[in-house]
């Protein structure tokens, strides 16, 4: 069964600051990875969404890297600002019966202050 | 606009008492799909539907029952909901096909006493 795993749980930076949330699965068989971000009580928004056949995506000061031999994919955030912090969760599709499956991580709870 | 309509956003009732959350979705995607969101445990799905008339189980299914009648519709339906189901429920929905994202509702705060 996939599992997905979001390291650090939560993470605090000072304003300007670069910083990386780290997603890793199980199952390297995935068809794609989505990057969400959460605001509190609030549903989540997606950000990126990376291919398989694909290394990275880019949106903004945003960033995600896929390496799927490794079960691995960044989140790069650069020049974090205030209006960053939220939760942000990674989901990867695999197949599973037919269907199409995501399974979420836990999320890296980020605050990023002035 | 592209939309995932979830309702109510707050709902408080009563161990037994039967009720519906209801999400609806105008992008005509075949996916619809049920998670609940609790502390330290993160989403876990409880029902999907790759189409109409066709609906699987996730993995926290039990105490939970779905309908899939019309494409756009999927009502999340509690038979007889107890305590251990207060939580924050979404809906996502998709075109279900490997390169298509997740679009999720807002969600629905529900709290049985």
């Known amino acids: 069964k996939q599992e997905v795993t979001q390291i650090p749980a939560a993470l605090s930076v000072p304003e300007g600051e670069n910083l990386v949330l780290n997603c890793s699965f199980t199952d390297s068989a995935i068809y794609n990875l989505q990057w969400f971000r959460q605001d509190p009580g609030k549903g989540l928004t997606s950000l990126l969404l990376i291919q398989s056949s694909q290394r990275e995506q880019t949106s903004g000061r945003l960033n995600a890297s896929l390496d799927k031999s490794s079960g691995r994919s960044t989140l790069y955030i650069a020049a974090s600002q205030p209006g960053d912090s939220a939760t942000y969760l990674c989901?990867?599709?695999?197949?599973?019966?037919?269907?199409?499956?995501?399974?979420f991580g836990r999320g890296t709870s980020l605050i990023v202050h002035p | 606009e592209a939309q995932v309509t979830q309702n109510p956003r707050y709902l408080i009732t009563v161990t037994g008492k039967k009720l519906t959350v209801t999400c609806s979705q105008n992008m005509n995607h075949e996916y619809m799909s049920w998670y609940r969101q609790d502390p330290g445990l993160g989403l876990r799905q409880i029902y999907y539907?790759?189409?109409?008339?066709?609906?699987d189980k996730g993995d926290v299914p039990e105490g939970y029952k779905v309908s899939r009648k019309e494409k756009r519709n999927f009502p999340l339906i509690l038979e007889s909901p107890s305590p251990n189901q207060t939580s924050l429920y979404f809906c996502?929905?998709?075109?279900?096909?490997?390169?298509?994202?997740?679009?999720f509702g807002n969600g629905t705060r529900l709290t049985v006493t």
């Open positions: 996502a929905t998709s075109h279900g096909s490997y390169n298509s994202p997740l679009h």
């Open positions: 989901a990867a599709l695999h197949a599973s019966g037919g269907s199409y499956i995501p399974t």
């Open positions: 539907s790759m189409n109409v008339e066709v609906t």
